[in-house]
């Protein structure tokens, strides 16, 4: 998969969508805006069901300029969509390594494991290790290892997260990881930090996209900004978590 287009669909008011269509590219990110209820969730609910008009927003999700026939949507969607959602959890009883083994085993790919908990190691500032049971992780190192994975032994050129910001991991690190990957981000936020890493965002109203936002250069400035503010940020919570006194 190259691309992916949405084409528009009716607001919770049953009014047309103010774009007829957008096309989305593998290596973008969007960060995806707009006050709570707004619709924010939905939209990429329906690029994770690869809707065809059968949602209740009415959008249509094309792969490739395609329509995917209804058939396929469910094993194309698992194939090409990966979805972090705000609360998961693994529920296999095994440890980290095996079920990596596993996973890898099942997407016929030959991979090192130990590359996946190194990237992992970089997201979550709580190691993690191969011997550890995978249900047992926290949830910080459960989306960090969710998103090392995504981006080392799955293929899914789509991943949709719902709030990277509460997730108690690096969320900078975590979207660079997964772009070096060459995969369409989308994130849905309420952080501005995480909103402006974003070239464009969408911004969400009554259910519908009110405007695709292309991020100006005084925005880039401000990220570069608060970029380096999260850099001593995230330093002084090492020192706090470590006992240290804060100065
Ligand atoms: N175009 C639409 N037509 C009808 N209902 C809609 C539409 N878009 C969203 N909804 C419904 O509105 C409700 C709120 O939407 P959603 O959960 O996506 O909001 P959100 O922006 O993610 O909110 P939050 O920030 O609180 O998580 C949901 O029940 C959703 O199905």
Avoid: W
Wanted: aromatic share 4%; net charge neutral.
């Amino acid at each position: 998969m190259k691309e992916l287009t949405l084409f528009g669909g009716k607001n919770k008011y049953g009014e047309s969508e103010f774009f007829s269509q957008i096309t989305m590219k593998r290596g973008e990110l969007y960060s995806i805006v707009g006050n709570t209820g707004s619709g924010k969730s939905r939209l990429i609910k329906d690029i994770e069901q690869l809707a065809q008009g059968d949602s209740v927003t009415r959008r249509k999700v094309f792969l490739d300029g395609k329509l995917i026939p209804m058939e396929k949507r469910m094993e194309i969607s698992s194939r090409l969509v990966a979805h972090l959602g705000q609360n998961m959890r693994f529920i296999i009883d095994t440890t980290v390594g095996e079920f990596l083994q596993l996973h890898a085993q099942c997407r016929e790919k030959l991979v090192d494991i130990s590359k996946v908990l190194c990237l992992a190691n970089q997201i979550t500032p709580e190691k993690i290790e191969q011997k550890m049971n995978l249900n047992l992780l926290s949830g910080g190192q459960t989306r960090a290892l969710m998103i090392a994975d995504i981006a080392i032994i799955c293929d899914s050129p789509i991943v949709l997260i719902d709030e990277i910001e509460n997730a108690g991991i690096d969320k900078e690190e975590a979207l660079e990881v997964l772009l070096g990957h060459d995969k369409l981000v989308l994130v849905v936020t309420h952080d501005l930090h995480t909103a402006l890493m974003a070239s464009k965002r969408i911004v969400m109203e009554h259910g519908a996209v009110k405007v695709i936002v292309e991020r100006s250069p005084e925005e880039k400035q401000l990220f570069e900004q608060l970029s380096s503010e999260y850099q001593i940020q995230k330093k002084r919570q090492t020192m706090l978590r470590a006992g240290g006194i804060i100065r």
